[in-house]
Every structure is written in structure tokens, then in C-alpha cells.
């Protein structure tokens, strides 16, 4: 059988921006047998995250993502159903995700590498399991729950960067629903801003390409910062770290605007903005949600239970 695959045909160095022509499509042959324990699935849904511009790399900088390999097939999460089976775990229609999922059409999996979802949990939107109700949902739920330190009516601002996409947007109504009694987000277009608050229920939002984010944040948030939610880095968590409260929060889930430079992670900060860290003893953790996989189920759970209850509103940003 005749499937077709995405590989890695170049990368794009430590400093580089990727271009498309780092990556090719090819035709293989798929073996028409599959040994026992094994499945063939076909491919419903590939999610296309941050962290795989690191696996562009030679060297990932970090032990739990492994590179990929320049002219073999890329990986990552996705879901897909059950062609064939013999894996007495799965049979023909079964929907699985995998978080190794290949870029490729239809593929032999090894069973054990898979788990079975139900579309019930997602009304039938299997590409939520990519998403809100998936490693993304997950990863904002556990990091502000590890991390976030909220306690209901305590009136805590929480300021979140990258508001608009796939952690931020979950992040800032996860917020709102721990406690947190003021949300503000920072993206980068006005209609984005508008989507996070007419859409999202994020009472003020950032855009961080117009006017002086600092000055904006000082008037959006008249009390300091308690709980920030990171995913750039950069200058703008700069402006941040720099209004945030004593014994206040850093939740460092990503460091977007620096994932194509050499630089370690999480990056150093400037001297000046270390100094008010230390000073006013705010929290920057590193955050892996691998690391919490006992929380999964439960997390999955609530998400599902929030997205069925119409509290976390899932739709896409402009």
C-alpha cells in the first residue's frame, strides 16, 4: 500500500527561522502485514505545536524531546482510527491518540504507544483532544493549578502572554475559574484583543504592538500582577516580571520568542529584571505537564466537564 509521509529535509540551525523547504512530502510503501500487539491506524488529525521547533534542531537542548532525524518521517500528537487490530486492547474503529504520531496517511503502530478516546468526552470533535481537552488544556489546567498559587476571592490579577493562542487563551478563562478575579491578556492584533475579550471573557487585553506595553499593563492593572502566565518571554515578560507583586507567580509554560536562537531554557533574564525577581521573591519555575502525568485523567475530566458545561469556550482566534 502506498501512503504518503511528511520528513525532515533540512534544518534550520540554532539561529534560523523554518521555512517550508526544511520539511518534504514522499510516497513509501506501507507493509500489508502486522505482527502481533501491533495496529494500523489511519490519520484523522496532526496538531503542529511550539516545542517542534526545538526538534528541528540537532541537539534539542533537553532530555525529553528528542530530535528528529533529517530525511526520516516527523512525529507528534495525533489521532487517528483503527484500520486493524492484533492488539487485544483495540479493534476496527476504535478513535487512539498518540503524542509520537507520524506524519504520515495510514501507519503500523505498536499498541502500547496508544490510547483510546471517547468522542463523547469532545461531542464528537476529535481534534479537541489536540487541544482544549488535550496536552494544551492540560498544560494550562496543571501549570496554573502547580504553579499559580490562586486562591478564590483573594482578588489576584493574572496577566497572560500569548493570550490568543492554544495554552494562553485556555489559560486566562482556567484563570477566571480557579479564582482569579481579574484576567488580562497580551497578543498581538486588535482583533485578537477584541476575541479574548468579547469572546474568551478576559476583562482587559494587551496588544503588544501598538503604544508601551508597560504603561498599558500599569492601567489595566491597577493592583500589580500576582499570577503570570508565560508563554513568550522576551521583552514582554520583561514588562510583566517588572509589575508583578511581592511573592507573586511566574507559570513558565513557554519562551516563544526566543525558540530560534541558541539560547539555554529557560532563558536568563536581564540583571535588572532578576534583581526585582529576587527582590520581591516572585516564583519562575521551570513547568513540564510530563512530569504530573498522574493528573491526567482528572484534568481531561474537568476540562471536558467545563467545555460540556459552557465555560471554557474553545473557538479558534482570528
Request: net charge negative.
Amino acid at each position: 500500500m502506498i501512503v504518503q509521509r511528511v520528513v525532515l529535509n533540512s534544518r534550520p540551525g540554532k539561529n534560523g527561522n523554518p521555512v517550508a523547504e526544511n520539511f518534504r512530502i514522499e510516497e513509501v510503501n506501507l507493509s500489508d502485514n502486522i505482527n502481533e500487539g501491533q495496529v494500523q491506524v489511519r490519520t484523522l488529525y496532526l496538531s503542529v505545536d511550539p516545542y517542534m521547533r526545538c526538534r528541528m534542531n540537532e541537539d534539542t537542548g533537553t532530555d525529553y524531546i528528542r530530535a528528529w532525524q533529517l530525511s526520516q518521517v516527523v512525529d507528534g500528537g495525533g489521532i487517528g482510527i483503527v484500520e486493524e487490530s492484533k492488539n487485544i486492547n483495540f479493534t476496527k474503529g476504535d478513535f487512539v491518540i498518540s503524542f509520537n504520531w507520524p506524519w504520515q496517511t495510514k501507519v503500523i503502530l505498536d499498541g502500547k504507544s496508544l490510547e483510546k478516546v471517547d468522542p463523547q468526552l469532545v461531542d464528537g470533535n476529535l481534534s479537541y483532544f489536540l487541544g482544549a481537552i488535550g496536552m494544551p488544556g492540560l498544560t494550562s489546567l496543571i501549570g496554573i493549578q502547580e504553579k499559580g498559587h490562586i486562591t478564590a476571592g483573594s482578588n489576584q490579577t493574572m496577566v497572560v502572554s500569548g493570550a490568543a493562542g492554544a495554552c494562553g487563551s485556555l489559560a486566562g478563562q482556567i484563570g477566571h475559574l480557579m479564582g482569579c478575579s481579574r484576567v488580562v491578556g497580551i497578543c498581538g492584533t486588535q482583533e485578537k484583543c477584541l476575541f479574548l475579550t468579547s469572546e474568551l471573557g478576559f476583562d482587559a487585553a494587551v496588544n503588544y504592538k501598538k503604544g508601551n506595553v508597560a504603561e498599558q499593563l500599569r492601567e489595566l492593572c491597577p493592583a500589580g500582577v500576582d499570577v503570570y502566565f508565560d508563554n513568550v518571554g522576551g521583552d514582554i515578560s520583561d514588562a510583566v516580571i517588572s509589575q508583578m507583586n511581592q511573592n507573586s507567580h511566574i507559570i513558565l509554560c513557554g519562551q516563544i520568542s526566543q525558540y530560534n536562537k541558541d539560547v539555554p531554557y529557560p532563558p536568563p533574564l536581564p540583571p535588572a529584571v532578576e534583581a526585582i525577581q529576587k527582590e520581591r521573591n516572585i516564583t519562575r519555575e521551570r513547568f513540564l505537564v510530563l512530569n504530573h502525568k498522574d493528573k491526567f485523567e482528572s484534568g481531561i475530566l474537568q476540562l471536558s466537564q467545563w467545555f460540556k458545561e459552557g465555560k471554557l469556550k474553545l473557538h479558534s482566534s482570528p
